[in-house]
């Protein structure tokens, strides 16, 4: 069982920058490939980026390339998300996810097993 918890999102001008950070439990954390996704009111959950068990491999969503990193520092247990270059539509509730099959990198939300609570980052045009 993996227990992962968001920091807290916020607030942020168009254009700003934010970095999330996700908590494990695990104490092979490092076993994990881990993702972030995100969602709005009334849509699917969205694949924003993954991250492989030792770092170095990574995936991004079109829409984020080049302006959002995805890193994890294993020794911390802890994923992180910076986002830069922030504009409205990057408006939702954030979510990390753990994934225990870390053979690939991977896009859907099935193939992750342990989910965050959630952090709602809102940008202000």
């Known amino acids: 069982q993996v227990r992962l918890v968001e920091s807290e999102g916020g607030l942020v001008q168009a254009g700003g920058s934010l970095r999330l950070t996700c908590a494990a439990s695990?104490?092979?954390?490092?076993?994990?490939?881990m993702g972030w996704f995100r969602q709005v009111p009334g849509k699917e959950r969205t694949f924003v980026a993954a991250i492989s068990w030792s770092g170095g491999a990574r995936a991004y969503a079109d829409s984020v390339t080049g302006r959002f990193t995805i890193s994890r520092d294993n020794a911390k247990n802890t994923l992180y998300l910076q986002m830069n270059s922030l504009k409205p539509e990057d408006t939702a509730v954030y979510y990390c996810?753990?994934?225990?099959?870390?053979?690939?990198?991977?896009?859907?939300?099935?193939?992750?097993?342990?989910w965050g609570q959630g952090t709602q980052v809102t940008v202000s045009s």
């Open positions: 996810a753990a994934r225990t099959n870390n053979a690939y990198l991977t896009q859907r939300t099935s193939e992750y097993d342990y």
């Open positions: 695990a104490r092979t954390f490092s076993g994990y490939a």
